[in-house]
């Protein structure tokens, strides 16, 4: 927007200098057309009197007392037509620069408030589908936002996974559980590193009376070498051995902990996901993620996007293909 704004700025003040140009010329013009009546007028009460000097001597003493009117003329024409386009063309960029800072803000107020009930929208729909004994907690920060909840519970109940593999628990660990309960099948198992939230998870479920539908997994993060990739996951041993993965979903490690901090989700667990499991990844707009997204495809050929509601901070769905 604003090289847009400077290319109009730009183009303001090549027309700045025409109109000064123009301005100066037809103020010039403007004294040479009065001085001439005025010495005219002079030289012809000169006649009508019969002066006995010369008209060419009377009009030459006219024209030396007037040079100090016209030099003043000049000079105040000089100082105040520059000024008068100068405040103009100042005025006119400052209403320039206020429509565009106008339309801005309008796009995006308009923007937050489609996304407000967007949000708004998904909540309802999570109301209606898990009927909760008690509020949902608040959503959204580092929580998941509810059109990505949205999204994994509508999943959920259309495709019974009997087991689901979370990465990071919170509130979307109760909408699995809850969702695990609605479908009368499956389990969760959710890896937190750390404790502090795990426990707070884990009270959450018990206020929901759903710790039977899910297990939150302590799971440290330890350092993982992989062929692309070296950092620090979650210690996933502690899951059990022979668990056959039909719905991932990945909201976790918190990005700071490594770079492409999620990436090792899929290698570490791709041989336990069964044919026709999915993937749901959230913060898939962050660039980090976008990255990882393109390396997962690059790497596991049978991982196809699928389509899904696009969320606030990013959705991307993947679902393993073939046998
Ligand atoms: C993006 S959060 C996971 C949120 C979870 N999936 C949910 O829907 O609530 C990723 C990790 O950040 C940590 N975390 C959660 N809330 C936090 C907070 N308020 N401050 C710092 N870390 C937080 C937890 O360890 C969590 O596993």
Redesign the pocket.
Known sequence: MWTNTAAVLDCTQDQFFDVVHAALRGCCNFIQKVCRSKLEKVRMAMTARTCSLPVRMVSNEALLLMAPVFLILLGAAAVVIPLVVVLFVMYHKLSLGTSLLREQITRETTNVASNVFAQLEALLYLQQELKLSHALPPTRG???SPDFLRNVCSHTLAQRPASVVEC?????TLVLARCMQLNGQGHVHSL???PE?AEKTRQLLRLHGLESWATVCDAPLKPLVLPSWTGQWYSYEVLPAKLAIELMVI????WFVAELARYPAIPALYERMQANSAVFL?DADRPGEKELVRRWEAEFPALQKMLVPICEKGCVALKKTGS
């Open positions: 580092w929580a998941a990071s628990s919170g509130i979307s937190e590193h750390d939230f909201d976790g490690p918190p959230d």
